[in-house]
Nanobody, 121 residues
Framework: EVQLVESGGGLVQAGGSLRLSCAASGLTFDDYAIGWFRQAPGKERERVSCISSSDGNTYYADSVKGRFTISRDNAKNTVYLQMNSLKSEDTAVYYC??????????????WGQGTQVTVSA
């Protein structure tokens, strides 16, 4: 059974930084692209960033480009999301998944439980 566990969320002031981790088990980790997504209250879940399985290609939503960095450590079965220059609009529950789109992640049912990020103004 695939399990994804997010951690690293918390409360931070605007302009601050957090590093999220997504630890995976039950899969051949380096076969999978991993995506980070977020969902703010009353809004749909949106893709934030994604990293490919093999060549390290990355994707960032326009809203986080230049502020967030995704990376992976295949030896630790973990993907990280370094978030700098945080803004209040980054406040959301952050999820990781073994996919790079919400649709694919929903089909696979491979969501973690999420970690709350709250950015105070």
């Amino acid at each position: 059974e695939v399990q994804l566990v997010e951690s690293g969320g918390g409360l931070v002031q605007a302009g601050g930084s957090l590093r999220l981790s997504c630890a995976a088990s039950g899969l051949t980790f380096d076969d999978y692209a991993i995506g980070w997504f977020r969902q703010a209250p009353g809004k749909e879940r949106e893709r934030v960033s994604c990293i490919s399985s093999s060549d390290g290609n990355t994707y960032y939503a326009d809203s986080v480009k230049g502020r967030f960095t995704i990376s992976r450590d295949n030896a630790k079965n973990t993907v990280y999301l370094q978030m700098n220059s945080l803004k209040s609009e980054d406040t959301a529950v952050y999820y990781c998944a073994t996919a790079c789109t919400v649709l694919a992640a929903n089909v696979r049912g491979s969501w973690g439980q999420g970690t709350q990020v709250t950015v105070s103004a």
